[in-house]
Nanobody
């Protein structure tokens, strides 16, 4: 059974940056499609970014394109989300997920492995 643990969240001013990490244990990330989601207070959980099972294709929500970058380091068994030019509307709990599929789904419940989240708060 694989476990995913997010870290790297915090309080940052608008325009700032963070790097979120999703560390996996129990099995390798290789061959898994992975994704980042976020959920703001009172809103539905939404897909933010994803990476294909091979790591060769990246996917982004329109709201974060050009500001967020997803990556994966299989040697560290960790996925990352570099978040730049943060806006107050980026405030949310950020979650990572993984599944044995070829492309990342935009639907949270379709993932076999899911983390507990890390809080990102952006002040104006």
């Amino acid at each position: 059974q694989m476990q995913l643990v997010e870290s790297g969240g915090g309080l940052v001013q608008a325009g700032g940056s963070l790097r979120l990490s999703c560390a996996a244990s129990g099995r390798t990330l290789s061959g898994l499609a992975m994704a980042w989601f976020r959920q703001a207070p009172g809103k539905e959980r939404e897909f933010v970014a994803g990476i294909s099972y091979s790591g060769g294709r990246l996917y982004y929500a329109d709201s974060v394109k050009g500001r967020f970058t997803v990556s994966r380091d299989t040697s560290k068994n960790t996925m990352y989300l570099q978040v730049n030019t943060l806006k107050p509307e980026d405030t949310a709990v950020y979650y990572c997920a993984a599944d044995s599929s070829t492309v990342p789904s935009a639907v949270w419940r379709q993932y076999s492995y899911r983390g507990q989240g890390t809080q990102v708060t952006v002040s104006s």
